[in-house]
């Protein structure tokens, strides 16, 4: 069987680096890089963080990493430190963490629109992370999403609920104008990971603990990075951010699963979508057209129900 051919664009925090950890573990599927964007944290620490994974799990001579957008495309930077840790993989660093000398010399944006070019209709691009350089790539290039294969994302929301701002995830808020070219150029098969949805489908802590205490190299560097998002989770404001029931949220983990397995969707929602770019309360936050007032011919599909089970098979095994 032909392996699946993968590029991700993260802004390495801890659950971007479950979500990459997921794809390096699945069988017959190739990551043909890591391109780095600011987010959780400053891009430097991203690139340093998605170097730490690749290292944890074996791969940092196989896998290119490249360093892009700095900044969202208007308007000044955020973070989610608060969450992620300040370097953005809990601060728990590593003396042996590789350098920043292994990046590669290309930049993130030329090396998406280099590497879909040279894989045309085969690339799934997964998106877990504020899209500032799928946005800069397709201003580039705006024939690039047509050569995608699919377009998976984490971030956006659908019931207005916030974890950034009152209506705002962060990925989307972190960079509004970046999500709305995203959502209204790239014409590709796209899939949503959205905020409230990854809150419905939270894991027990119970699994957890199990997973966790795995007998690896990779579940050992997990339980590191982890730790402080655990604390966080735990807390009183990101119990209200995260809707009702306890359990941990691996969000970007869900884009990843469904580009690694087309089974893992069972229900989705198929609407047009984009982002509101004012509002007092609302800027960052994702519309979804269910009536068609937008007159848009490309819907996205918005998940709803997933396999949970096979979530759960690929979560163990991505710390083996
Ligand atoms: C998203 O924001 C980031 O903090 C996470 O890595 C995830 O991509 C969730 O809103
Ligand atoms: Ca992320």
Redesign the pocket.
Known sequence: MMSKKLLVD????V??AQAIMLALAAPRVKVLGVTCVH??TAVEHVCRNALRVLQACNKLKEIPVFKGASKPLVGSRINAGHFHGQDGLGDAPDPNAPGLDLLQKENAVSAMIRIINENPGEVSLVA??PLTNLALAVRMEPSLPSKLRGLYI?GGNTESRGNTSVCGE??FTADPEAAYIVLNEYQCPTYLACWEFTCHNKLSWEFCDTWLAQDSHKARFMSQIFQHSIEAAKTERFQKECVAGAGFIS??SYAMAAALDDSFIIESDCYPVSVELTGTHTRGMMVVDTVGFLKKTHKAFIMKKVDLERFKQMMMAALK
């Open positions: 993260v802004d390495c925090g659950d971007d987010g959780n877990t992370a984490m962060f990925n969000c970007d």
